[in-house]
T-cell receptor, first 116, second 110 residues
Framework: DAGVIQSPRHEVTEMGQEVTLRCKPISGHNSLFWYRQTMMRGLELLIYFNNNVPIDDSGMPEDRFSAKMPNASFSTLKIQPSEPRDSAVYFCASSLLGGSSYNEQFFGPGTRLTVL | SQQGEEDPQALSIQEGENATMNCSYKTSINNLQWYRQNSGRGLVHLIL?????REKHSGRLRVTLDTSKKSSSLLITASRAADTASYFCATDNYGQNFVFGPGTRLSVLP
């Protein structure tokens, strides 16, 4: 398996533009997580899905952020409009759900977003 | 404040020495996990310890968990330059939330 795949790896955009980050989880995994990492705030869980259904989006900073998982093999995180403070590395991770606990997560390489 | 907090924030040791990192948390947990992150990369899962376990080993890694003190430690024995990375603990609050600590930056000097 190729692991979790994220695209693009780097994104530079201007304030106000729409940004779409993409993630392909590991085949067979039924949980998917979006994280944001910055020096100031560390690693933050934004949202996670179980069986393609959003379970907890309390970490999504504001309405400018939205995430979808139309099928088991694809998810997007969209920022519209983007702002400089959204600059960060965004990670996608997938896992195999086991009961009501978080199991080992497999992380993608991340997307480094820079908003000018 | 964060659920999981690692201590120290940064650690420098010589190759061959042991490295110990600690993690403290505040609420009850189902399991606690340790991850490693090399610069510019995604996190890699190292080990998971459940709340009813006290110690777990994986190669040169040894993790302990003290639920009465709400703390865990990660010991890396006979460290190597390749162990240089940031190490994070993450706590699972019975599926309610999953929180990473700020991490410990480990530098292993040759």
């Amino acid at each position: 398996d190729a692991g979790v795949i994220q695209s693009p790896r780097h994104e530079v955009t201007e304030m106000g533009q729409e940004v779409t980050l993409r993630c392909k989880p590991i085949s067979g995994h039924n949980s998917l997580f979006w994280y944001r990492q910055t020096m100031m705030r560390g690693l933050e869980l934004l949202i996670y899905f179980n069986n393609n259904v959003p379970i907890d989006d309390s970490g999504m900073p504001e309405d400018r952020f939205s995430a979808k998982m139309p099928n088991a093999s694809f998810s997007t995180l969209k920022i519209q409009p983007s702002e400089p403070r959204d600059s960060a590395v965004y990670f996608c991770a997938s896992s195999l759900l086991g009961g009501s606990s978080y199991n080992e997560q497999f992380f993608g390489p991340g997307t480094r977003l820079t908003v000018l | 404040s964060q659920q999981g907090e690692e201590d120290p924030q940064a650690l420098s040791i010589q190759e061959g020495e042991n490295a110990t990192m600690n993690c403290s948390y505040k609420t009850s947990i189902n399991n606690l996990q340790w991850y490693r992150q090399n610069s510019g990369r995604g996190l890699v899962h190292l080990i998971l310890i459940r709340s009813n376990e006290r110690e777990k080993h994986s190669g040169r890694l040894r993790v302990t968990l003290d639920t009465s003190k709400k703390s865990s430690s990660l010991l890396i024995t006979a460290s190597r330059a390749a162990d240089t990375a940031s190490y994070f603990c993450a706590t699972d609050n019975y599926g309610q939330n999953f929180v990473f600590g700020p991490g410990t930056r480990l530098s292993v000097l040759p």
